[in-house]
Nanobody
Framework: QVQLVESGGGLVQAGGSLRLSCAASGRTFSNSNMAWFRQTTEKEREFVAGILWSGGNTHYLASVKGRFTISRDNAKDTLYLQMNGLRPEDTAVYYC??????????????????WGQGTQVTVSS
């Protein structure tokens, strides 16, 4: 059974940094594309960043590009999201998601089979 467990969320001031982690189990991590999504009560879930199974390609939401970095450690079955220059509009629950291997990064939530429980990120102004 697949499990994705996020950690690293919290409260930070604008301009600060956080590093989210997602520990995966139950499915071959190195053979899975991974992504981070986020959701607020006012907005639908949106794609933030994705990375191919090989780690060879990444894709970002335009508003986070240059501030966030997605990475993975296939030896540790762990996905990361380094978030720098945080803004109040980055406040959301952040979810990691897993799909099968494809040669492109999918931005639709419906392309992902498994989800973590989410971790809250709050950025104060």
């Amino acid at each position: 059974q697949v499990q994705l467990v996020e950690s690293g969320g919290g409260l930070v001031q604008a301009g600060g940094s956080l590093r989210l982690s997602c520990a995966a189990s139950g499915r071959t991590f190195s053979n899975s594309n991974m992504a981070w999504f986020r959701q607020t009560t006012e907005k639908e879930r949106e794609f933030v960043a994705g990375i191919l199974w090989s780690g060879g390609n990444t894709h970002y939401l335009a508003s986070v590009k240059g501030r966030f970095t997605i990475s993975r450690d296939n030896a540790k079955d762990t996905l990361y999201l380094q978030m720098n220059g945080l803004r109040p509009e980055d406040t959301a629950v952040y979810y990691c998601a897993q799909s099968g291997p494809t040669s492109w990064i999918q931005v639709s939530e419906y392309a992902y089979d498994y989800w973590g429980q989410g971790t809250q990120v709050t950025v104060s102004s």
